[in-house]
């Protein structure tokens, strides 16, 4: 491999501020913007949330499917009950 032919990376972190237990954020733009700002023209993005209590999906960004979404969150774990979690100070 030429040194020309070297491996790039290129890293960025975003930062959310949420206001909501629960809240969707489209990264599309910023991803797009990313990619654009790294130069880098093959390969590949690896998107992470970088904490326990954060998530990454990849759909549509239509309001139906979130809500769908968010329903079928709040069946498999509802926001409100007592589980043995909350008994260490943590309430997430």
Not at 2 to 23: G, Q, V
Not at 39 to 46: H, M, N, R, V
């Amino acid at each position: 491999m030429a040194i020309k032919d070297a491996l790039k990376a290129h890293t960025k972190y975003l930062w959310f501020e949420t206001k909501n237990r629960r809240e969707y954020i489209r990264i599309t733009d910023d991803v797009q913007d990313f990619l654009a700002e790294s130069g880098i023209t093959e390969g590949f993005i690896l998107v992470s949330a970088m904490h326990i209590t954060a998530g990454v999906y990849v759909n549509d960004w239509e309001s139906g499917l979130i809500k769908d979404i968010d329903n079928w969150l709040e069946k498999l774990a509802p926001v409100n009950p007592d589980y043995h979690h909350h008994n260490t100070g943590e309430d997430n």
